[in-house]
């Protein structure tokens, strides 16, 4: 498979919550995307670009409007979405209605990735795996899974995404 | 995707090296992928057998005969092997010149999963996300990519794994 | 040194804060104590008991007044204690006051032991050699220094100990 | 407790062992000593100084009479020194036979600490205390307890340091 580089755009969530020592809170500071793909030895050309740090509940319309923008505009074709697990599907849904012609796999985490337990680097391999794979068309990567964006909703009591 | 079970076949590697306290080498004891599908959230439903124990640089004709054998004998369609990296060519060569009709990705880590810094976690992620997305053939999943087991080679130098 | 054993009184704080996957909120579950003592293949003869799962900003009057009865009915004269950073210098104070003719060292840690990059195993080894080696008094063992409670302060702004 | 500088040895040992990821073999590359005190936020006056990377094993009598010298002309009266744990009581030994006057904390690991599972931490942890509280003197600090250099072993069957 001869892709072409693939499109990384981060929009915070948990994949990214680090803990701040003197407040005792989590917090947003830099992406940890670079160190995962380093960490996973991955060889793809991956084209990180931060668009925003935030948690998932607090993303607004204007957040939501410059993701779709930026999958639009994007040369690339292969688009990976790091983004908060609560309202992935919502933010799916926008760039599913709107953009055409591209592979787009939103993926996350339940637990920080600095945490020594999270999920975030077996998501990101299997997302990156996704998106070289599948045809066009905007889903979401979680749990070894993937969904296209019209037939999943997250399971907010189990923690886990479910097919509709 | 509704795909019915993947079957996981455990042969040693890398992947499953741990370190042992009194002899200070390291060795193999029992395979860490129930624990690297839990820390993953994996909700896939994989079937895991542990074939050999090995180190791949001591694999023999006959572990490779075994695996040939469980690979064709899998009820499943969908199959991934781990294996240590620096026969892995090899033993996709054997599989993909015997058994049809099935998707099969062999992966592996360049570093234990027990040490911090594995890549295994990644690496399975991609594996577990490709051999439910690719046609039938049979694949090396590695470093994020993916390759027919007729078009690639190890570049044992860099540790990395490139198209031929 | 044959000494006894050691108390190790167990009662929150950063220590042992876990990560709630569901609410993306840090919380007590259970203590980490024990996985802390087994990682560290501690040999000390230690008697682990849970007083409290709080944050130190949270603690009451009424849990020092717990904390420093049973320091004081304790039947060990070393009693090592886990607390939050926050308020650490306070219950100290209270203990000072209070107990007479035991060795006791509050420690505790910057960031959650079940974060990769947690100082509490570092923290928690100090604090088990100190209290093997002081005279009688209450200490604060933080940061591989040992502070008498009558002399150290939090430094809130850095999150350190130093002394007065 | 005003004690001026501590000077820490590193010899190499399990402590600094790493993974080649070529090779898959463990080696020594550059010591973890300095990350370990970031990580345990460390804020005691260390001074770092690497005599030499060995397993212990093939430590030879130029290496301890190496490690001897520079206890004694070292300026610090305060001295921990890293060491495997194989021979760690017999250059124990070497030192309490010719150096006078100083505290000297000998500790190491039974599990490398770039693996996630060390007890590096906690030893050095433990180690950084008792250097600050004991008299003069030659020490083992392993597993939490500290032992005289002439009143200790190590069970190599246990791989721990048991007193004579």
């Known amino acids: 498979?001869?892709?072409?580089?693939?499109?990384?755009?981060?929009?915070?969530g948990t994949f990214d919550k680090g803990y701040n020592e003197l407040t005792g809170e989590l917090f947003f500071q830099d992406t940890h995307l670079q160190e995962m793909l380093r960490l996973g030895r991955c060889l793809l050309d991956v084209e990180?670009?931060?668009?925003?740090?935030?948690?998932s509940l607090e993303m607004t319309e204007d957040d939501r409007r410059i993701i779709v923008e930026h999958c639009e505009r994007a040369?690339?074709?292969?688009?990976?979405?790091?983004?908060?697990?609560?309202?992935?599907v919502e933010t799916a849904a926008h760039i599913?209605?709107?953009?055409?012609?591209?592979t787009i796999v939103l993926t996350g985490a339940m637990v920080p990735y600095?945490?020594?337990?999270?999920?975030?680097?077996?998501?990101?391999?299997?997302?990156?795996?996704?998106v070289q794979t599948l045809a066009p068309g905007v889903y979401i990567g979680m749990n070894g899974r993937c969904f296209p964006w019209?037939?999943?909703?997250?399971?907010?009591?189990?923690?886990?995404f479910e097919a509709l």
């Open 150 to 160: 019209v037939r999943v909703r997250k399971n907010q009591a189990k923690g886990v």
């Open 96 to 102: 599913g209605r709107r953009v055409q012609g591209k």
């Open 75 to 88: 040369p690339e074709s292969r688009i990976v979405i790091t983004h908060g697990t609560d309202t992935m």
């Open 1 to 12: 498979m001869t892709l072409g580089a693939i499109r990384l755009f981060v929009t915070g």
């Open 48 to 55: 990180i670009r931060e668009l925003m740090m935030v948690d």
């Open 114 to 130: 600095k945490f020594g337990s999270s999920d975030g680097l077996f998501n990101l391999g299997s997302a990156l795996a996704f």
